[in-house]
């Protein structure tokens, strides 16, 4: 385990009981064992805190934190990598399905140069990867070429990892476009993203998440500003 870099998940949560406990799970089995589970919770009003608190007393790489104040969902991420301590950072939402080797692959098979990596990821409705109504995201980008992220970007939260040393260019995330968006087209300007063609992060969509994907599309105003400013 010495031999390895430690690698940080960030999880944040807000009201996502319902399905927290199994993402959980994926992460604590992963078959890369050098890690720590920040938490962070954003002023929960379900069991989300209660779940943590549970898990987080059977497992020591487990650091929960939880606000007082609710930050909304790019501030809280913005929180949780900063409070994480690896040299690699893995985004974990709160309700997704971990393939259980998904950290082990992604930093064998890390590109040499890149600072940003994502891997494939599938869509899935229902209680498990198995369900009906699977789209697997598949158009890739790699490289050093913000300008083509923004119309239309592969690149999700979800199935991404990244050096801590990132944030040294990305920090503070800007308040009107996603952190995973900004965190790519910096990796891009300062770096180059690079892409691992392996399935390893099953994204469960419903309800509350589609609304997220909705202000996705409401973005590309601010994305292009952004874009502007980069490359000022």
């Not at 697997?136 to 083509?148: D, M």
């Amino acid at each position: 385990m010495s031999d390895q870099p430690l690698v940080s998940i960030a999880v944040c949560t807000y009201n996502g009981a319902a399905f927290l406990l199994q993402q959980l799970q994926t992460i604590f089995q992963q078959t890369y064992k050098n890690l720590e589970i920040v938490i962070v919770d954003d002023a929960s009003t379900d069991d989300s805190a209660d779940i943590v608190r549970g898990v987080a007393a059977q497992d020591k790489r487990v650091r929960f934190f939880q606000n007082e104040n609710n930050l909304g969902f790019n501030k809280n991420f913005e929180k949780a990598v900063t409070l994480c301590r690896g040299e690699y950072i893995a985004i974990s939402d709160q309700d997704d399905v971990w393939e259980l080797n998904k950290i082990e692959v992604m930093m064998k098979q890390w590109p040499a140069g890149c600072d940003f990596v994502y891997s494939l990821s599938e869509d899935f409705s229902g209680e498990g990867p198995t369900a009906r109504h699977k789209k697997v995201r598949t158009r890739l980008y790699e490289g050093n070429e913000p300008q083509k992220l923004y119309f239309e970007s592969p690149i999700h939260g979800h199935a991404s990892m990244f050096r801590t040393s990132l944030l040294a260019h990305a920090l503070p995330f800007p308040a009107t476009v996603f952190y995973d968006w900004w965190l790519s087209v910096i990796a891009s300007s300062v770096s180059k993203v690079g892409c691992i063609p392996e399935l390893l992060t099953h994204h469960r969509v419903h309800p509350n998440n589609s609304s997220r994907d909705l202000v996705r599309i409401e973005q590309k105003d601010e994305r292009n500003e952004q874009l502007r400013q980069q490359r000022k």
